[in-house]
């Protein structure tokens, strides 16, 4: 064979696909000029195990950012995705897939499990239960959402102490307050600091104890304000002749002052959901969302009992989860990244309007890199 017909062939080879793979083949999607490091981040999947961008190093990752309850766009990124994951061959082994979700209220652990098989889609589903964590995840990646409805939907993230109040005509106070130092377990120096702080500065009432005055109330003789203290064991108030001061409050320590002409039986527990949860939501629709190993007692929705002790057929079948998320949907940039060998960004694809086929090609050409 002469070098003119062998140069030919070469020469063809680089100009049609698939001749010698896609080694050096151009890149169709948007190519970053200066590849930035891709941001790492850990997040629990639809199985609940810690995934890190970093535990894929070495490998192709594809990241994208959806929510299960979407109605549209969302829907066509994760039917892509699923299309290319279908179609890798040979380079199976060497692709990862993430999908991040941009509603972490809705989108628990369970919800991704549920979503995800009733699917067929087996990559990694990401969420977390602590907002801050993952809404750093998006500052990161420049993704930008609208979050606004993630303020009341996920669980505390600090150590809050109670200070509630029950005055003489049952009307009650209740305030949790940070806990001021939590690394030494130590919220607050005594009671009177703790009182003060979450009555006059967190409940905005005027606190003057000496005068017996809480808020409106000032006791006259006729009836007098009772120190109670929360006792977690039997999961009740218990009056103490101790003086206020004398409490050193830690993130186990709940007080209350009770008016002894009160009803006791309306005051609010000294913790939410028996201890193992928080509250979402308020009036009718509020409900405890309980800690793992936990579950909503389907006959009161504020209480947390022992997953599948839970008395269903005496229960309202009604989700309060979902009635209290309400139906809305998140507004959202929509990028769906390809992270190289390197852990850099390299291709970014925006919006729902790009040739899946291109993104295949892609993905192939950053593993033959």
Known sequence: MSHQIKAAIITLCFLLAGCSG?????????????????????????????????DFNGKVVVVAFIYTSCPDVCLIISSNI????????????????????????????????????????????????????IQAVWDDWKVVVDAEHIANSLPPEEALVRFAVLGPDNSTIVTDNPCLDP?????????????????????????????????????????????????????TWGSTDNNISDFEVGTDTHLAWIASSANMSMMPP?????????????????HCMCDEGWERDSGDWLSCVTEGSSDEANGNNTDPHEESLGDYEIGHSTVTFIIDKEQRKRVAYSGIHWDVEDFLHDVKALVDE
């Open 22 to 54: 896609t080694e050096g083949a151009a890149i169709l999607g948007t190519e970053y000029r200066d590849p930035p490091e891709a941001p790492e981040f850990t997040l629990k999947n639809q199985f609940g195990e810690e995934v890190s961008l970093s």
């Open 82 to 133: 699923d299309y290319v994951s279908q179609n890798l061959g040979s380079y199976e082994e060497e692709v990862e897939f993430v999908s991040i979700t941009i509603d972490p209220a809705r989108d628990t652990t369970q919800r991704l499990l549920e979503w995800t098989s009733a699917r067929g889609y087996e990559w990694d589903h990401l969420t977390h239960d602590r907002g801050s964590v």
């Open 183 to 235: 690394i030494n377990i130590s919220c607050y120096d005594n009671g009177d600091e703790f009182a003060a702080y979450a009555l006059t500065e967190n409940a905005g009432v005027k606190y003057d104890i000496d005068n017996g005055t809480i808020g409106n109330w000032t006791s006259d003789g006729s009836w007098t304000w009772e120190l109670h203290i929360w006792n977690s064991a039997n999961e």
């Open 270 to 286: 000294g913790v939410d959901c028996n201890g193992k949860g928080w509250v979402m939501g308020s009036g009718t629709s509020a």
